[in-house]
Structure formats: C-alpha cells, structure tokens
C-alpha cells in the first residue's frame, strides 16, 4: 500500500512563530507533492503544491521543502497567525492526480 | 459561488438502507473524484472519473458502492446495505487534466 507518513499528529506555536509539518513518501514514482489545509466541516483546500525538480517553493508565508533523495518534504508557515489554526494534510500523486495523503496534522496557534 | 457543491451536507441512515450523494463540480472541469474521509485521517481516493467514464476504483470501493458520472457532468455515488462501517465523510472534487484538485464541502454520512 502506498503511503505518506505525516508528522507531527499536532502542534501548538505562539503567533508570529514558525509551524514546521515534515512528511515522508515511499514510491519514487510520485511527482507531485501539494499541501492541502482544511477547517471543521469544510473540505480540503489546496494552500501550495511542490514537483521534484525544485527544492524549494514559496507562496506568501507559506513553504515547501523538498529533499527528493530523502523522499522527505515539509511545509513552512513563517509568521504564523491564529486565522491558520487548522488541519494540514500533505499528498502525494502521480501524473493522474489521484493523490495518497498523510493523516494530518492540527496546529493551533495560540494569540 | 462556483464551487464543488455536494448534497446533502449530512445522512443519517440506518443500517441496510441505501443511500445516494451528489456532487455538481466546478463546469469546465473535466475530471472528478471521490474520497472518503474518516475522523483522524486524511481522505482516502475511492475513484474518479474523466468525463463520463469511470478511469479507476480503489479496492475500498466495495460491490455495495457505486459511481456514475453520466453525460460528463454531476456524479452521484450510492451505498446499497450501508454497514456501520460506512460513516465517514464523503467528499468529491474535480479538476482540469492537469490541474488542481478543488473539494467540496463532503456529505457527512452517518450509519445507526
């Protein structure tokens, strides 16, 4: 079974701090790496998305990280603000779309 | 708003019953999906569709579950004999070929 292991489960950061998400994925033939974040009772929604020939994508205060050798990538928010509060789930998927995510994480950000 | 929508927003059936959801995505959207959502987990991909053909099933899919997209637009997804085992969230999205994937707000099913 494919799978992309998210970590941590939750996490808690005082406004203004840096709310770091870390995932791994197992099938190299993966390529396309987005973030999705999602509210109670909302589906998710897509924040900002990564493919393997770049290491690094920025869209406002929010980050990826990637590290194809690893199989690793991460999501940054920088500046982090109560509105963000949230379930943040990273995916995985091949050229069809169809995307495998990890089980999330819940990060409050306390004022 | 043109959204995915979904409806209904939430099911409460009882065991046995079947129900149906459906799913309007955005219009030009020529592919859509289905996944389903239990408390604690990310959405799990059940199937999708590119226009009106049904291109893959998850093994998740069950005999009791099926999807039709007919004439390329709305999607419905109907459980017959619903277990217990079937509550969750089920969301649907859509996208262009190439593009990213836009969720509705799911139809919360729950099985008494």
């Known amino acids: 079974q494919q799978q992309v292991k998210q970590s941590p489960q939750s996490l808690i950061v005082q406004k203004g701090g840096i709310s770091i998400i870390n995932c791994a994925y197992e099938n190299t033939a993966f390529d396309y790496f987005p973030w999705y974040q999602q509210f109670p009772g909302k589906g998710p929604a897509l924040l900002i998305a990564?493919?393997?020939?770049?290491s690094e994508k920025k869209e406002g205060r929010f980050t990826i990280s990637f590290n194809k050798s690893a199989k690793q990538f991460s999501l940054h928010i920088m500046d982090s603000q109560p509105g963000d509060s949230a379930t943040y789930f990273c995916a995985a998927g091949g050229s069809n779309y169809k995307l495998t995510f990890g089980k999330g994480t819940l990060l409050t950000v306390n004022p | 708003d043109t959204g995915v929508s979904q409806n209904p927003r939430h099911k409460i059936t009882k065991r046995g019953q079947n129900v149906t959801f459906r799913c309007d995505p955005i219009?030009?959207?020529?592919?859509l999906y289905w996944y389903r959502q239990t408390l604690g987990q990310g959405p799990e991909f059940l199937t999708y569709?590119?226009?009106?053909?049904?291109?893959?099933k998850s093994r998740l899919l069950s005999d009791r579950f099926s999807a039709e997209r007919p004439k390329g637009s709305f999607s419905t997804l109907e459980i017959q004999r619903t277990e217990q085992g079937d509550s969750a969230m089920y969301l649907c999205?859509?996208?262009?070929?190439?593009?990213?994937?836009?969720f509705g707000s799911g139809t919360q099913l729950s099985v008494l």
């Open positions: 569709f590119q226009n009106e053909a049904q291109l893959e």
């Open positions: 219009s030009e959207h020529n592919r």
């Open positions: 999205a859509s996208s262009l070929k190439w593009g990213k994937l836009f």
């Open positions: 990564i493919r393997p020939d770049v």
